[in-house]
């Protein structure tokens, strides 16, 4: 079983337009690695601006966690249209760099610039969460399409 398709994921059944992109998670350029990527793919499957920009937003959130909040040399970066949503899961292949920790939804003040990351995954999901991999976690998010 690979790190997408544990217990909780729908990307191993997945047949529609899909990608997947494994990163260095020391690389400066992951980040603008993923989202110039995905947006070629988004843009390829027709996909409206606002789904485009929310999806951005979500995959340099939940990467930048895994830069930031976890051991892994890795990243993995997998985007599926799923007809009527698009589903991002972003896996990790370590552990938390604070021992103990897991990925929170913080309530900030107007002011805090830090700690919003989940909150705005939060607010452009449909659907979101995390489940545990073989080696780490997979956070994922599901951005609903236009109608």
């Known amino acids: 079983m690979s790190a997408t398709t544990g217990a909780g ?3 191993a059944t997945c047949l529609g337009p899909r990608l997947e992109l494994p990163l260095r998670t020391d690389n400066a350029m992951a980040g603008r690695v993923a989202r110039d990527t995905a947006r070629m793919y ?3 499957w027709a996909v409206d601006d606002g789904a485009v920009y929310a999806v951005l ?3 340099t959130e939940l990467l930048g966690n895994v830069v930031r909040h ?3 040399a890795y990243a993995l970066v997998v985007i599926c249209h799923l007809g009527d949503r698009i589903r991002i899961e972003i896996v990790d292949f370590g552990r938390p760099r604070v021992p103990g920790t897991a990925p929170v939804v913080h309530e900030v003040g107007d002011d805090e610039e830090d700690r ?4 705005l995954v939060e607010f452009f999901s ?3 969460g995390d489940f545990p991999n073989e080696c780490g976690l997979t956070r ?3 951005i ?4």
């Open 9 to 11: 994921t729908v990307l």
């Open 144 to 147: 609903a399409l236009a109608a």
């Open 57 to 59: 937003q979500v995959v």
């Open 140 to 142: 994922y998010s599901e």
């Open 70 to 72: 976890t051991d892994s």
């Open 42 to 44: 988004l843009a390829s």
């Open 126 to 128: 449909a659907k979101a």
């Open 116 to 119: 919003r990351g989940l909150t």
